[in-house]
């Protein structure tokens, strides 16, 4: 079969066959494989959903299946109810109970699907997953000793090993050789994958990492983690439109997600069309154009209006903090501001003639160790960390010398992170200089 090709495709999730781990395996390589290949399936999935009432009990298995890989879980889960309670149908309906956090049931369903002929394996390596995310990691562990024979050299048994020891604590070295011999068994496996991509990441080696995301991101149902790291990633390559699709794709499957929602903001104001910025048109000339010539809302306008700031260069002289300070202009204002700026590769405070303030040591009642702690004893979510060691901010006394505007003219540093920071230095009793 020829996965290049819509009527595979097509038939291999519509024709009325046999349908199991194979045939799921096969639709997963052709969508990992080419993208496009993932609509014709999401449009053949479709139409299989709207004659759901047509199908029969193995027909609504296939469909609660590739509803799953879809990442419906919620519908995956309804339709399989009405499946033939088999034992693909139970372990389609444990992965997707995990996939909504509903572990208890996630459980009962995996123990379903052993009983009624799944892989007794496969189910204990579910049930292992279960155990280690719900907190019992000791029994996860003990589950894990007592496999054996040929699944240990499977890449979901040496996944599960290395996210096991993560969470017992063991050094990551240990952990990433358990995910290196998972990639080895399986070089697709979206765990295992992700696993690696987030060490290389953290380790600073971006073109690693970004090709581990991209694989990873690559399986279906993809994993929230892998799309917002491989989307901040894009970003800071300016790669925005490719950002966009993978904020996207997180939306699509959880539409609450705060992070996708503000980062998909940011990619879309910064992929906004630089057809007025061209070379021929010199950052002087650019500075001279008047805000109003802008989409602003009124209420950005008419504040800045209040302000006297009728150029973008009078706009440019101005500091977000000097900004925030001017009745109401609040932080929705300073974000529409920045995005219009930074779509002409502009920023606010780059054009300011105020003499600079002579740099002050942070309180001297922090005691040297704290000052000397390293930034990772923050726990800072990933666009937050990305921004602390491009800047060379590697202690506690690096970060608390800087200030809030200094950490703002940070590449993808928003306010977002900034009120991270703030709350995890808060909760040291810390603050950033001038606060």
Request: aromatic fraction near 6%.
């Amino acid at each position: 079969m020829v996965f290049g090709q819509d009527i595979d495709l097509k038939q291999l999730v519509q024709m009325n066959c046999s349908f199991g781990p194979q045939e799921i395996e096969k639709i997963n390589r052709a969508i990992s494989t080419k993208f496009s290949n993932f609509r014709i399936f999401r449009d053949a999935v479709n139409d299989l959903e709207f004659h759901e009432e047509e199908q029969s009990p193995a027909g609504m298995v296939r469909l609660g299946v590739c509803l799953y890989l879809l990442g419906k879980y919620n519908r995956c889960l309804a339709v399989l109810q009405h499946g033939d309670g088999g034992a693909l149908a139970h372990f389609y309906m444990a992965k997707s109970h995990y996939a909504l956090k509903e572990y208890d049931e996630a459980e009962k369903s995996y123990r379903r699907a052993k009983t009624a002929g799944y892989s007794a394996d496969a189910c204990a390596l579910g049930i292992v997953e279960v155990k280690r995310t719900s907190g019992h990691v000791q029994e996860a562990l003990d589950m894990l000793n007592d496999l054996s024979g040929s699944v240990q050299q499977t890449a979901e048994y040496l996944y599960q090993r290395g996210i096991t020891a993560l969470a017992s604590g063991s050094t990551s070295d240990e952990v990433g050789n358990w995910f290196s011999r998972a990639v080895d068994a399986n070089p697709l496996h979206p765990g295992a994958l992700f696993g690696l991509a987030l060490e290389s990441d953290r380790r600073g080696n971006d073109d690693d990492a970004l090709e581990l995301y991209k694989r990873a991101a690559s399986q279906f149902p993809s994993h929230v983690g892998t799309l917002i790291n491989l989307g901040l990633m894009y970003e800071d390559r300016n790669e925005n439109d490719l950002a966009v699709q993978c904020y996207e794709r997180v939306l699509e499957v959880y539409p609450e997600n705060e992070y996708a929602r503000l980062y998909l903001k940011d990619a879309q104001a910064s992929s906004m069309s630089l057809e007025d910025v061209t070379p021929r048109n010199p950052v002087g000339q650019l500075l001279k154009t008047p805000v109003g010539d802008f989409e602003l809302s009124a209420r950005a306008r008419n504040c800045l209006q209040s302000m006297g700031i009728q150029t973008l260069g009078d706009l440019c002289s101005f500091t977000e903090a000097e900004l925030l300070g001017s009745k109401n202009f609040g932080e929705t204002s300073l974000i529409e501001v920045k995005n219009m700026l930074k779509s002409r590769n502009l920023s606010l405070g780059q054009n300011s003639t105020k003499a600079p303030q002579p740099q002050q040591e942070p309180d001297l009642m922090v005691d040297p160790e704290t000052m000397n702690r390293p930034i990772s004893s923050l726990g800072l979510s990933v666009r937050a960390r990305k921004c602390m060691n491009r800047n060379d901010i590697t202690t506690l006394g690096d970060l608390i010398r800087k200030t809030a505007d200094e950490l703002l003219a940070c590449k993808n540093f928003g306010v977002t992170s900034l009120t991270e920071v703030r709350e995890k230095l808060t909760e040291m009793g810390l603050h950033l200089h001038g606060e």
